[in-house]
């Protein structure tokens, strides 16, 4: 459905790559037999202390970023594991947040993801919200993350686009 708000044509690499957009469910192939799965494995209070700890996880990537000028947080409290931000790089740093600000943290995002995947070190992904121009999107769901993981995905992106 070219569904231009899951697929950017603004990406710095070959959007043909991106495969999501020729399945019905996007690049969610079989995800309730996998859920299934793992529903079957963990049981209800296995499942109950990986949500726990997933959303324990995204609130320790808040507080960090609470505590750094180097993000802007869409949502100081998200409700679940997506964390929403802009990466402010350091000419931005201390600026209102206005239209034209917005904007152009907009296309440091673009910028920030194509030296994220340039470096092959991160991949975090991006996406425009109605009104808002293109921000990161963080969704902690792997059960092996830790917050040091954190801790070097927010190192990285500032050391990747500190200079943008």
């Known amino acids: 459905m ?9 990406k710095h690499y070959d959007v043909s790559y991106d495969t999501g957009d020729k399945v019905i469910q996007c690049g969610r192939h079989n995800d309730i037999y996998k859920f299934w799965l793992m529903w079957r494995a963990k049981g209800r209070e296995g ?9 324990a996880l995204a609130r320790y990537q808040v507080c960090r ?28 740093r201390g ?3 206005t239209h034209d600000v917005k904007m152009e943290l907009g296309k440091v995002t673009a910028q920030l993801k194509k030296k994220m ?11 425009p919200l109605g009104k808002l121009p293109n921000f990161f999107r963080s969704i902690i769901s792997n059960p ?4 040091g993981d ?15």
Request: net charge negative; hydrophobic share 45%; proline share 3%.
């Open 95 to 97: 600026k209102d947040l």
């Open 144 to 147: 092996a993350t830790r917050e």
């Open 47 to 55: 499942m109950g202390k990986q949500m726990d700890r997933l959303m």
């Open 2 to 10: 070219a569904a231009d708000y899951l697929f950017q044509q603004d």
């Open 65 to 92: 970023m609470k505590e750094m000028d180097e993000f802007h947080l869409l949502n100081d409290d998200p409700q679940c594991v997506n964390v929403c931000f802009w990466y402010v790089p350091k000419r931005l």
């Open 117 to 127: 995947m340039m470096a092959g070190t991160l991949m975090v992904s991006y996406q």
């Open 150 to 164: 954190i801790d070097f995905m927010l190192a990285e992106m500032d050391r990747l686009g500190s200079e943008l």
